[in-house]
């Protein structure tokens, strides 16, 4: 099952703290997850950075939200305890805490403003009251959308450049992956072919300790089985053990599951894949803005 949005946990964690001790968020996240039945795998799904569980990142967030409203408090790292306050919204049994409900306290609205006042002037930035995302989900989901939107435009402008501008580029695009000893050898190793592809081979490492066999293929036309069967036959003509065969369009599924099941091992890189390695490799873009997620450091504040 999908995980519940962040909003469903702030109830329970505030009952969860309901007898008056210091709980863990650690205990707390186990209680939860048993509580809405998830599995192991629910719990294992990631952000779209792929560096934190979107589950703990929902119960975090809940943690903070009800902190923010002074319903509960945080005498150390990772640890929460109930106030008073957040006695008296229990007491009145609710079924559901939601951040409308949150809203009525002026210190989550400060927090929800940014800015201090009441008239919801500096609450643009802020996700409406029925946002079922952490600002951090928020954030990762608005940088993916923004990504994916550079990789398409940088793939289009690759395929309206001439062939000896792909040719360049994909000898480029290896040397930036640690391929290759120089761009003179891998420029003399990849030549144009004449048919808007290049094929050759290259070195695996500095040292050219072992070689990769690569053909790139700038075309639109989906790449299919016949057409690595014939690389992999070429490999084979040159006893090569390792081959990479790069798109500017996609491969069919016979042609992805082909290479699953074959010796030599061939790398598929799609035109998508291609211009992910660009953005990863700087290679055709540049920075815009970069922005830091900081977080407290809890040592600053440590009296030990």
């Given at each position: 099952m999908p995980v519940p949005d962040f909003q469903s946990f702030l109830l329970p964690v505030l009952q969860a703290a309901s007898d008056g001790e210091v709980h863990s968020l650690a205990e707390t996240r186990e209680r939860i997850a048993t509580q809405f039945g998830l599995t192991p795998e629910d719990r294992a799904e990631l952000l779209p950075s792929g560096r934190q569980a979107r589950f703990d990142n929902r119960v975090a967030w809940a943690k903070s939200y009800l902190q923010q409203a002074a319903l509960i408090t945080s005498p150390r790292r990772a640890h929460f305890a109930i106030t008073p306050r957040g006695k008296e919204l229990l007491a009145t049994k609710p079924e559901r805490l939601t951040i409308e409900i949150l809203e009525q306290y002026p210190e989550f609205k400060t927090f929800r403003d940014g800015s201090g006042d009441?008239?919801?002037?500096?609450?643009?930035?802020?996700?409406?009251?029925?946002?079922?995302?952490?600002?951090?989900?928020?954030?990762?989901?608005?940088?993916?959308?923004?990504?994916?939107?550079?990789?398409?435009?940088?793939?289009?402008?690759?395929?309206?450049?001439?062939?000896?501008?792909?040719e360049s580029l994909v000898v480029d695009l290896l040397l930036k992956m640690g391929y290759g000893r120089n761009r003179a050898e891998a420029g003399r190793a990849i030549g144009a072919s004449g048919d808007e592809g290049i094929d050759g081979i290259i070195s695996e490492d500095r040292l050219g300790l072992d070689v990769i066999y690569v053909q790139a293929k700038r075309w639109d036309n989906t790449v299919g089985r016949p057409d690595i069967q014939k690389f992999v036959g070429a490999l084979s003509g040159k006893r090569a053990r390792k081959g990479v065969f790069i798109t500017t369009s996609a491969f069919s599924a016979e042609a992805v599951d082909y290479v699953t099941r074959i010796d030599p091992r061939v790398v598929l890189i799609d035109g998508k894949q291609l211009a992910e390695y660009m953005i990863d490799h700087n290679l055709g873009v540049s920075t815009k803005s970069t922005f830091e997620l900081k977080r407290v450091d809890t040592d600053f504040f440590s009296e030990e």
């Open positions: 009441s008239s919801g002037a500096g609450a643009g930035a802020s996700e409406p009251a029925k946002a079922t995302e952490t600002p951090e989900e928020v954030l990762e989901l608005a940088y993916s959308r923004i990504r994916a939107d550079l990789a398409a435009d940088v793939l289009n402008r690759v395929k309206q450049a001439p062939p000896t501008f792909f």
